[in-house]
């Protein structure tokens, strides 16, 4: 049976009319997403450039990356803006245009998914896990539960994903920290599609030229 978010599936019935015995207060994120990210990316030891919120691969996430200057430089004597065309950027791994594809011109430092729930969160970034390094940003009452105890920590643990807590006040604190060592996929057409997007994002945070 369907159960209203913020309610108890436990109801009364009077009057035939549904009645549900307990309110739950839906959990909020105690600071806006940047300011939460910002701050995470800090907790981590992420350095870079802390991106506004976007959505990749259907996820929402904020990237921290860095701008390859030498590269970005490179692209602009060439005349190759930044590509988000993801169908274009797949022919660039093909054998036949691998030597000619543009370098990328984008570090990315992390990804962090900010989130109320921790299955939204981890749902957000484990697929950019496959990749680097990707954490999540919790409110601090999500995490006092037994269902994160019992089923967050150990897909956290198994992906390498860190768990970055905000109290009330928004003061954040480290809960688990990034697995480092552990097997990444390597450059392919999607990590390329989403370093490309990151340029993007780069160099209008910047307020850089483009090609």
């Known amino acids: ?36 990210a910002r701050d995470a990316a800090a907790q981590l030891g992420w350095h870079g450039v802390v991106l506004p919120e976007v959505t990749m691969l259907g996820r929402r996430v904020c ?7 030498d590269t970005h430089a490179e692209r602009i004597a060439m005349g190759v803006a930044p ?17 000619t594809a543009p370098a990328a011109a984008a570090e990315i430092v992390g990804v962090l998914a900010v989130a109320r729930h921790w299955r939204t969160a981890m749902a957000s970034a484990v697929p950019f896990s496959r990749y680097g390094e990707a954490a999540v940003v919790l409110p601090t009452s999500a995490v006092l539960s037994r269902d994160y105890l019992d089923n967050c920590l150990p897909r956290a643990r198994s992906y ?17 920290d990034v697995r480092r060592e552990r097997i990444l996929l390597p450059e392919d057409a999607v990590s390329r599609w989403i370093n490309e997007m990151v340029y993007e994002q780069l160099l209008a945070s910047y307020d850089l030229p483009v090609a």
Do not use: Q, Y
């Open 1 to 36: 049976m369907a159960v209203t978010p913020g309610h108890t599936g436990n109801s009364v019935v009077a009057g035939g009319r549904s009645f549900p015995t307990r309110v739950v207060p839906p959990v909020e994120l105690p600071a806006s997403v940047s300011v939460l």
């Open 63 to 69: 990237v921290v990356a860095k701008l390859r200057t």
């Open 83 to 99: 590509v988000t065309d993801r169908a274009t950027v797949a022919t660039w791994t093909w054998p036949e245009f691998a030597p």
């Open 160 to 176: 390498g994903v860190g768990v970055v807590t905000a109290d009330e006040d928004a003061r954040v604190d480290l809960d688990i």
